[in-house]
């Protein structure tokens, strides 16, 4: 099996920054890319980033371009989400999610492996 581990949500302040991690541990894969997904109360689960195994690619969504940066350290197993600049429409239980391939992918069927999530409220 697959363990992914959120980390770092919080309150925080309309213009502030928050930096989420993601820890993978258990079944290994030879590669896989990650992704970062949120859902608001009553909202659709929505795509936030993604990154393929070789960080050549990422993907963000328009909503949070030019505040949201995805990166990744393969050798601790561990994806972030370094959010700048935060809105409280940003407010949300952020997931991070495995994807079996080193492709990156944009919706939530596409993934294999889920989080529990972490809570960032952004207050006004």
């Known amino acids: 099996q697959v363990q992914l581990v959120e980390s770092g949500g919080g309150l925080v302040q309309a213009g502030g920054s928050l930096r989420l991690s993601c820890a993978r541990s258990?079944?290994?894969?030879?590669?896989?890319?990650m992704g970062w997904f949120r859902q608001a109360p009553g909202k659709e689960r929505e795509f936030v980033a993604a990154?393929?195994?070789?960080?050549?690619?990422?993907a963000v969504a328009n909503s949070v371009k030019g505040r949201f940066t995805i990166s990744r350290d393969n050798g601790k197993n561990t994806v972030y989400l370094q959010m700048n600049t935060l809105k409280p429409e940003d407010t949300a239980v952020y997931y991070c999610?495995?994807?079996?391939?080193?492709?990156?992918?944009?919706?939530?069927?596409?993934?294999?492996?889920w989080g529990q999530g972490t809570q960032v409220t952004v207050a006004s």
């Open positions: 258990g079944r290994t894969f030879s590669y896989y890319a």
């Open positions: 990154i393929s195994w070789s960080t050549e690619f990422t």
């Open positions: 999610a495995l994807h079996t391939s080193g492709v990156v992918r944009t919706t939530p069927a596409a993934y294999d492996y």
